[in-house]
């Protein structure tokens, strides 16, 4: 048979430092499994001085998009030469598309963030009173999906209140958005997001239990094999809860469809991630 009768696989890569951990090849194979997708998809380490030549590289070398982690998604803002407006909103780039046309960046992370607490979690943003926790690059990429949503109010919290202070002036023309400080917090939330970085080194951002009831939805944007210490604490006050690993394979969902043009099932693919971190 002729080779070349045969479609190049599209080639697709996720750049970070480190990246070896990252889970993205495995969901986007599954993803082009199941939509009868043909391509490839990669982890490429860059430098951490040279992310730009890392995607000059994956270009020539016939590169279709990529996903961008840590520390390049500023990096990756400021190269694409067109951006959507939820990646401008955000400041930051986690899915870049190469074309004739140049660059594209985009930032799938809110999108992600909402459809798994909406869709995935069946809780619904409108009419919500949401806490999110943090006002770093994590906390900031979210705000604008969850404002689409309409929430009666979005309290945004920070160790460093001047952050917080600075994202609630800056969003408060697309909805209900306000600052406060940790300890001015009262009254029960529907959805508390923990968007710091805390869980990783083990601490709890200071928040009171009474923030939570039976009807709130504690989400941490961490995930791991055991709950973080923010879900335990949540769940100790009686509230549902719910780590990031559907973020991160909706927001996949997100880039597969910007890259291919269709929406892939994410059900199963969160379910066989879920058990293989529990295994
Ligand atoms: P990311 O891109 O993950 O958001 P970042 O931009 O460095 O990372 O932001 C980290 C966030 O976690 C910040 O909101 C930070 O609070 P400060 O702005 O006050 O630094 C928050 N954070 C980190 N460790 C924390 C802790 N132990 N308790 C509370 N907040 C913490």
């Known amino acids: 048979m002729n080779p070349s009768s045969f479609p190049a696989a599209d080639r697709y890569a996720v750049i970070g430092h480190p990246v070896a951990h990252s889970k993205s090849p495995d969901i986007h194979a599954a ?12 982890k490429l380490l860059a430098p951490l001085d040279d992310f730009a030549g890392s995607v000059r590289a994956l ?3 016939g590169g279709r998009g990529a996903n961008v982690t840590v520390p390049f998604k500023l990096d990756a ?10 990646a401008r909103a955000a400041g930051a780039v986690n899915t870049l598309r190469f074309d004739a046309a140049g660059v594209f960046g985009d930032n799938t992370d809110g999108a992600g963030l909402v459809t798994d607490i909406v869709v995935n979690a069946g809780v619904a943003l409108r009419g919500s009173r949401i806490l999110l926790l943090g006002a770093g690059g ?7 999906p969850l404002l689409s949503g309409q929430p009666a109010q979005l309290v945004i919290a920070n160790r460093s209140s001047d952050k917080a202070i600075a994202l609630a002036a800056q969003f408060a023309p697309h909805g209900a958005i306000v600052a406060q ?7 029960q939330f529907d959805i508390v997001i923990n968007a710091t970085a805390a869980s ?5 951002p200071p928040i009171a239990g009474s923030l939570f009831g039976a009807h709130t939805l504690a989400y941490d944007m961490m995930y791991g094999a055991q709950p973080t210490i923010f879900l335990r604490f949540a769940v100790q006050h009686g ?5 990031g690993l559907g973020m991160l394979v909706e927001q996949a969902a997100e880039s597969f469809l910007l890259w291919r043009g269709v929406r892939p099932e994410t059900a199963a693919v969160l379910a ?7 295994s």
């Not at 803002?77 to 939820?86: K, N």
């Open 272 to 278: 066989g991630l879920r058990a293989a971190l529990a």
């Open 59 to 61: 270009i020539a070398a």
């Open 200 to 204: 990783l080194a083990d601490a709890l």
């Open 31 to 42: 993803f082009a499994r199941q939509t009868g997708q043909i391509l490839t998809y990669e």
């Open 138 to 144: 994590a906390a900031r990429g979210v705000i604008l």
């Open 239 to 243: 509230a549902r809860v719910r780590d």
């Open 77 to 86: 803002f400021a190269l694409a030469t067109t951006l959507s407006d939820r």
């Open 181 to 187: 400080d940790f300890a001015a917090l009262d009254g």
